[in-house]
């Protein structure tokens, strides 16, 4: 009994990683019907930035933690420039050509870049992030967690609820839900459509960057971190569903928690296959996703 | 002139430097990752083979030419390292190729070099199948030679140890690469040997980030020690992860567990692990303190990122080149042949080379010559200091 909590609390910090990922798919998919393919190097790039600062700041005798926490807000303002920069450059240029697939090839194209800046700024190694929190583990209950696990969980939870409640509560969030809904109507009411998506690709890069310095720690930093959780939190998007803030924060629990338990129970060499199952029958028996809302489309 | 003969001039003086050119270097390419996880292996095997090529160059090159490197980065990608094999066999027309820090990419690539009897001197690529690919009698000469610690040689020092520590209980945990799987096989061979069988045996994908599942399984199967074969960011995730569930047990493995990216993301959970290695990085002979000094001086570094890879890549090019230069041809059958009977004696890092090759042994590094590492202090110590020391410092291939 105490090996499957271990299993699952392992499987939970790993698919909250997926989670909040696929909420930033999430975000631009709502406004604005796309998504922004290089989520994963918005995450490496988060990370990395996360990584300039808090060295800096050790270099200059803060602790750790203190190091970290002041360099959280110069991560959030280089994802919210980065998202915007997608936006403006990749997604818009594309959708003014009424090419169907324009804006995939471009946000692809763009993560290639920063993948590419970041091999060249930050070398092409893994880099050690300093831990914030103490590295070694905590045992509760039997069950041996790291402090940066429970980290994890709580900051991808703090920052979704953080974006729930500004579209809920501010005028501005509801501008966000009205293009959300009805983009054409919501121009005709005089929201600013085209701010909002940019807004919106910001706020996704945004929670790519805070993924990035949130599993930093536990993981390895490099231009390459992004490219597999990039991958990884679109399916986790398919399964809970693009529509759903709450769908992909559940379809990343259930992906995570899935291949921790097949490995632990079955063969660790079979981790990925449950996850890719589920994602084929989300596709075949219920397209829009485990959450999702079925739109219609009128021909 | 008109503008035809003006032309035509041009062109002409363009051909002939070129041809002046191609006639004064002897090319040699360099195939390695130099990007990604097993950039650390790639780039010190690079700067290894470019120190050595330096020397050799001051020292006048090889038949009156100096020696150019044509580098190539393969991404540790099997497709690439491919494409790279065509590129400098057709394009640039090399005269032999060392390199190869992956064994998938060695097995994918080399089979080029071999259908154009050009040899190619695998300095890093440790599976076992590497110098066996095109081996004689299916192969009428075999062009793979290797200057590394192959995994037959790695995996039975790996389970004599285990075996002299009195650990009966073996977890295997491997990646799901070429490198990993053939390297996991010859573990539970070596360990079979020795009347071992493994109590559990584990596997994980390149860039998996959370290695509990594994490590609880190995637990789960009462292991006394851990065995790994992967590269280095997974095993720190996987170190990491054994220490995370409070569990106190060995780890050793392939000489991977030596890599900058192992030790530096494990920090204080790597103490203590143990690889085979073929160069640790001590003065431990005059050649050795010449070679660390020189590439502390050239690459303005205290830690070589991976000491075996710059160690075996720096000899690899002074092997290739004493060929050559018995050859007195750049003719890859003359170059193969020369080597499978060198007559001089090549002084290399890791060891001193007499007589490394034979027609039908292409393994230039024998089992008594690896020692046992450790990580101490975030470097590579030797796991048993006589082995670095006085007589014991230059261990050679035997005569056979």
């Not at chain 2, 002074?318 to 004696?345: F, M, W």
Request: hydrophobic share 45%; charged share 15%.
């Amino acid at each position: 009994m105490q090996n499957f909590f271990q299993i699952l609390v392992s499987g939970i910090s790993v698919g909250m990683i997926y989670g909040v990922i696929a909420f930033g798919y999430q975000l631009t998919f709502a406004t604005s019907k796309t998504l922004n393919f290089g989520q994963g190097e918005a995450l490496t790039l988060g990370a990395l930035v996360g990584l300039t600062c808090v060295n800096f700041l050790i270099g200059l005798h803060l602790g750790t933690l203190a190091a970290y926490l002041i360099a959280l807000p110069f991560v959030f303002a280089f994802g919210l420039a980065q998202g915007a920069v997608v936006e403006r450059l990749g997604v818009r240029q594309a959708m003014k050509t009424k090419s169907e697939a324009g804006w995939i090839m471009a946000t692809i194209a763009l993560g290639i870049i920063f993948k590419n800046m970041a091999e060249n700024i930050w070398g092409k190694d893994p880099l050690k992030f300093p831990s914030p929190l103490s590295e070694n583990p905590l045992t509760i209950a039997g069950v041996n967690i790291r402090p940066m696990e429970i980290a994890i969980v709580l900051g991808a939870l703090a920052m979704m609820l953080a974006v729930e409640a500004f579209n809920r509560r501010s005028i501005y969030g509801k501008a966000v839900v009205a293009t959300s809904n009805d983009r054409d109507a919501a121009g005709l009411m005089g929201i600013n459509t085209p701010l909002v998506i940019t807004f919106s690709y910001a706020l996704s890069s945004l929670a790519a960057a805070l993924a990035g310095v949130l599993i930093a720690p536990i993981t390895l930093t490099g231009a390459n971190m992004g490219a597999a959780l990039g991958l990884k939190a679109f399916a986790v998007a398919i399964i809970g569903g693009l529509s759903s803030g709450l769908g992909v924060v559940v379809g990343g629990l259930i992906l995570g928690i899935t291949e921790s338990m097949t490995g632990f129970y079955f063969d660790t060499g079979y981790k990925d296959v449950p996850g890719l199952i589920l994602l084929l029958l989300v596709l075949s028996l219920k397209p829009a996703g485990l959450f999702g809302k079925t739109a219609i489309k009128k021909v | 002139m008109t503008m035809k003969k003006w032309l035509a001039a041009a062109a002409f003086s363009a051909a002939m430097t070129g041809a002046a050119y191609a006639q004064q270097t002897i090319k040699i390419g360099v195939s390695g990752p130099y990007t990604g996880g097993s950039a650390s292996m790639g780039v010190s095997m690079r700067d290894g083979v470019k120190l050595a090529t330096q020397e050799i160059n001051k020292a006048g090159g090889v038949l009156g030419k100096q020696i150019q490197l044509i580098e190539r980065d393969d991404e540790a990608k099997n497709e690439l390292g491919v494409q790279i094999a065509q590129e400098l066999i057709n394009k640039e027309q090399v005269v032999a190729t060392v390199g190869f820090i992956n064994t998938g990419v060695s097995l994918a690539s080399q089979r080029f070099y071999q259908e154009a009897e050009i040899p190619v001197m695998n300095n890093v690529a440790t599976g076992t199948l590497v110098t066996q690919q095109f081996k004689a009698p299916e192969n009428k000469s075999n062009y793979v030679f290797r200057n590394a610690a192959n995994d037959t040689i790695q995996s039975s020092m790996i389970a004599e140890a285990v075996k002299k520590n009195g650990y009966t209980k073996v977890a295997i945990i491997a990646d799901s690469t070429n490198y990993g799987q053939l390297g996991r096989a010859d573990l539970e061979k070596a360990l079979a040997e020795r009347g071992l069988k493994p109590v559990a045996i584990e596997k994980f994908n390149i860039g998996d980030t959370d290695m509990t599942a594994q490590a609880l399984r190995a637990k789960d199967a009462g292991a006394d020690v851990v065995l790994t074969y992967a590269i280095g960011p997974e095993l720190a995730q996987t170190v990491n992860a054994v220490v995370k569930l409070g569990w106190k047990v060995p780890v050793m493995g392939s000489w991977t567990l030596s890599m900058a990216s192992f030790i530096d993301a494990a920090g204080a959970n790597g103490e203590g692990v143990m690889m085979p290695q073929t160069f640790i990085q001590l003065p431990s002979t005059p050649k050795r303190k010449s070679f660390i000094d020189a590439y502390q001086a050239a690459y303005k570094v205290d830690r070589i990122p991976s000491p075996v890879s710059a160690a075996q890549g720096y000899d690899s090019m002074y092997l290739l080149a004493a060929a050559i230069n018995q050859a007195k041809s750049t003719d890859g059958r003359k170059v193969r042949e020369a080597l499978e009977n060198l007559t001089t004696k090549v002084e290399g890092v890791v060891t001193t080379y007499d007589k490394p090759f034979s027609a039908t042994d292409h393994e230039a590094i024998t089992a008594n010559i690896p020692v046992l590492g450790i990580v101490k202090g975030g470097r590579v110590v030797p796991a048993n200091p006589a082995d670095l020391e006085g007589a014991g410092a230059l261990r050679v291939k035997p005569k056979s």
